[in-house]
């Protein structure tokens, strides 16, 4: 693994363990010509997959993208990181498990509300103005009342 500080070839493990989610190794290593000790994450990947994006355009799927759309969402929030890892980590199963070489960038953002539905009404509001693409007030209003009576619904 290089070094991100020297940029050498060569460094070595001190230490592994799993991830509290135990879908990662967490590993503390140590660069053999600066001495300086970085943090790696080793994770599984089930097989290559293509988002198709609207215009047709294609792209790698990217496990980062999904946490950094998901983490400005809840952004401020008072929902825990181990929440937002289980929620990427759900998607990502989902998607490398479907048996799909391609997955629309739609059916994502989908599974992504569905989650932060769940976990955080907020966050769910924020994301879903990103992925519905809300142009006025009006569109907050609306998408917030339905959030709010499926929730009344819920409880009542």
């Known amino acids: 693994m290089r070094c991100p500080f020297c940029a050498h070839d060569d460094s070595q493990v001190k230490d592994s363990r799993p991830?509290?989610?135990?879908?990662?190794?967490?590993?503390?290593?140590?660069?053999?010509?600066?001495?300086?000790?970085?943090?790696?994450?080793?994770?599984?990947?089930?097989?290559?997959?293509?988002?198709?994006?609207?215009?047709?355009?294609?792209?790698?799927?990217?496990?980062?993208?999904?946490?950094?759309?998901?983490?400005?969402?809840?952004?401020?929030?008072?929902?825990?990181?181990?929440?937002?890892?289980?929620?990427v980590s759900g998607i990502q199963r989902q998607v490398e498990t479907a048996g799909e070489a391609e997955i629309a960038s739609k059916r994502i953002g989908e599974m992504v509300m569905d989650g932060l539905r769940g976990i955080d009404s907020v966050a769910y509001i924020r994301f879903a103005s990103v992925y519905r693409d809300f142009s006025e007030a009006r569109d907050f209003e609306a998408f917030a009342s339905t959030v709010q009576e499926a929730a009344n619904h819920e409880r009542g």
């Open 19 to 87: 991830t509290e989610d135990s879908t990662s190794i967490r590993r503390r290593r140590q660069c053999s010509s600066c001495g300086a000790r970085f943090t790696t994450f080793e994770r599984v990947q089930l097989r290559e997959v293509t988002v198709v994006k609207s215009g047709e355009r294609r792209q790698p799927f990217e496990r980062s993208k999904l946490e950094q759309s998901i983490a400005l969402a809840c952004r401020k929030r008072d929902v825990p990181q181990e929440r937002i890892d289980q929620l």
